[in-house]
Each structure stands twice: as structure tokens, then as C-alpha cells.
């Protein structure tokens, strides 16, 4: 990759908003160019298959409707959902145990559980 194009790429990177798709479109870049610039957003290689961004588990860690809707997902090393955001700014995050058992979960609505 030339230095420019490099450079073009970071400078999208950086000034793209959520929704990331949606925010890409202007730059009038390919599809396939896509997921360079989203695997920069998210700091890890990412695949695109539709509107669904995956991480190279097979994870959607990212997720566009044709409405700018979005929604955003976080997994532990085990595979584990342990956040989730979307457009409306509700959100959620769990904790596990090493048995893959949720003990710590607490949403934007205000509610925790703790089992601790």
C-alpha cells in the first residue's frame, strides 16, 4: 500500500462517526476497501458480510441497518458477550466466571446484578 493511499485510509479512520458504514460512503471507496478501514476502527482484521462487521472468531462485533441504526458488541477471549451498545445508547456489559457463568451484569436503564 502506497504512502497516500495509507494516508487517505488513516484520515478516514479518523474521521469517521457512527454509523461507521453509512459515515464510509462518501469517501467513495470500494466495498472491499471496507473492512481496512473498519478493522483500523475496531483494532483487530474484521470480515463485512452485509450489513454485519465479524471479528476473526466469526463474532459480529458490529452491526449497520440501512437506517443508520447500529449496534456494537465485545467478547472475552473465551467467546463471551461481555458488552453491547446500540444507537439508542442503551447498553449493557456482563462478567464471567471461569465456568462461563454470567456473575456481574449492569445495563444503561439503572440495573445491576451482582453475585459476587
Do not use: A
Not at 478516514?12 to 471496507?34: A, Q
Not at 475496531?42 to 463474532?59: A, K, L, M, W
Amino acid at each position: 500500500m502506497n504512502k497516500k493511499y495509507q494516508r487517505y485510509i488513516e484520515y478516514i479512520v479518523n474521521d469517521i462517526e457512527l454509523p461507521y458504514i453509512k459515515s464510509i460512503e462518501p469517501y467513495g471507496l470500494l466495498e472491499k476497501e471496507y473492512p481496512l478501514v473498519l478493522s483500523k476502527v475496531f483494532n483487530q482484521p474484521v470480515n463485512i458480510r452485509g450489513n454485519s462487521v465479524y471479528d476473526t472468531n466469526g463474532n459480529v462485533i458490529y452491526y449497520e441497518n440501512n437506517n443508520g441504526d447500529w449496534y456494537k458488541y465485545e467478547y472475552d477471549t473465551n467467546g463471551n458477550e461481555i458488552y453491547f451498545e446500540r444507537s439508542d445508547d442503551y447498553w449493557y456489559k456482563k462478567e464471567y466466571d471461569d465456568n462461563g457463568n454470567v456473575f456481574y451484569y449492569e445495563n444503561s436503564d439503572g440495573y445491576i446484578r451482582d453475585n459476587r
